[in-house]
């Protein structure tokens, strides 16, 4: 099996990227359908649950909203350097470069692999635009990905905070605020407050029914995904507005950040579906895009670097196995994550032929993170044992990651 193919398997979560160009296609939105023709999108496969053309509708307003209002925010920062992460499959590197922008666009291997070769030759600058593959939640992948460029940054964030865990969330803001000491510049999203976009578009622009349309869209993202339950503290609540925000204001405060709330129906340009609807639909949509902000983040200066600075794991990944009467002895080194899981899931294709290896110890004394694309492969490590995989020598953040999933048996000799 290639290592592509593993990739997807550890990480189902960059086909929602894929979805997001075909409803930017939907939106005429410039070089979209390119984009998607270059990759052979066929709406029937990525669109599934979207039964209905309302509700196709009403996720590329969505989309389109977010994709021209980010645009003209980076524009508007003043900042020469974009850096989009994740940059997914959209035209942005085009629309950046044509606008004077650097661009940098940072997203899994997989989508990295796939999306360079088909925007390089629709760049006009080609000099100007760059892919690497990353890990957000792994801060020396975004080190080494930054190698050569120079700041200040503007670091964009549009679709990826809802996919994460509560842990992983924290790590991925760690890491952005690393770079914002690093290189200066700003942190640019509309994530925290996607729910609210959503549910006051299809609110103004379908009423009574937006419910069940919504209801879809959030199932096609699940599945997609392969993530259980949306919800991480950066993340505000249409149930709980006022307490879901202080709780990311919070967030942020932590890692010695500060938002200031740029608000969407102000900034909202003429948008290319506005042909689509009628004038009262537009009129209530741009009223409901009043009450959503996109989150303009930088440091706070007043906070000291003491309070923020956090241990940094620079192991690189590695591993080691034995295999004895149909026990494997496995020894993990560094961070088992986006990057790394793929080279264990091709080990343990190898060694467990015809399903032959009952059970699995690892041991963890060099293991220092487990993110969800990890948990993923162990619990399907997991699934094709007869016992529990037993963990030892766990550290605490690990013995937590695992206990929190109910994953094996942790052995403390
Ligand atoms: C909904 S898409 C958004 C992509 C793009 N920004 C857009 O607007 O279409 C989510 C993206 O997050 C990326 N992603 C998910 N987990 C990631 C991680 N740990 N590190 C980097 N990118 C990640 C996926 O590969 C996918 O491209």
Redesign the pocket.
């Known amino acids: 099996m290639s290592v592509r193919s593993m990739q997807i398997r550890v ?1 189902p ?2 086909l ?2 894929k ?3 075909c409803l930017m296609e939907k939106a005429g939105i410039p070089g979209a359908a390119k984009i998607a023709r270059a990759l052979a999108l066929e709406d029937k496969a990525l669109l599934p649950k979207m039964t209905d053309a309302e509700t196709i509708l009403g996720n590329a307003l969505v ?1 389109e909203a ?2 021209r209002t980010m645009c003209r925010l980076i524009e508007a920062s003043g900042i020469k350097t974009v850096v ?7 035209p942005k590197a085009m629309y950046m470069t044509e606008h004077a922008r650097n661009f940098v666009g ?3 291997p ?2 990295v692999q796939e999306v360079e070769p088909i925007i390089r030759p629709l760049v006009s600058k080609a000099a100007e635009a760059s892919f690497r593959g ?4 792994n801060y020396p992948s975004l080190k080494a990905a930054l190698h050569d460029v120079s700041g200040p940054l503007c670091i964009a964030t ?3 905070m809802m ?2 865990s509560e842990e ?1 969330a924290d790590t991925v803001i760690a890491n952005i605020q690393t770079l914002l000491r690093e290189y200066g510049g700003c942190w640019i999203t509309p994530d925290p407050e996607y729910a609210l976009q959503f549910c006051g578009t299809f609110q103004a622009v379908f009423g009574e029914e937006s419910l069940a349309k919504l209801m879809a869209t959030k199932e096609t993202a699940q599945d997609q995904s392969a993530v259980a339950s949306f919800g991480n503290s950066f993340l505000v609540e249409p149930a709980a507005i006022p307490a879901t925000k202080a709780r990311a204001n919070a967030l942020l405060a932590k890692h010695g950040l500060k938002a200031e709330m740029v608000n969407l129906g102000e900034q909202l340009p003429e948008l290319s579906l506005y042909k689509q609807l009628a004038s009262d639909q537009i009129r209530r949509f741009k009223e409901a895009m009043r009450n959503c902000h996109y989150w303009l983040i930088t440091l706070d200066e007043k906070k000291g670097l003491e309070d923020t600075a956090r241990h940094r794991e620079e192991y690189p990944f590695g591993l080691q196995y034995t295999l004895n009467e149909k026990i494997l002895h496995l020894s993990l080194c560094g961070r088992l ?2 990057i790394s899981a793929p080279e264990l899931l091709i080990m343990w294709e190898k060694v467990n032929i015809g399903g032959s290896i009952e059970g699995v110890r690892i041991d963890c004394t060099r293991l220092e993170y487990i ?1 969800s694309a990890g948990i993923r492969l162990l619990l399907k490590i997991q699934e094709s044992c007869s016992s529990p995989i037993v963990f030892f020598r766990a550290n605490e953040k690990v013995k937590e990651i695992l206990q929190q999933k109910g994953l094996g048996k942790m052995d403390e000799n």
Request: aromatic share 14%.
């Open positions: 990480n979560v960059y929602t990227a979805t997001a160009v989309v977010k994709y989009d992460l994740p940059c997914g499959y959209t940072l997203d899994l997989i989508v990353v890990d957000a939640t549009e679709g990826m996919y994460f992983e994550d986006t993110s």
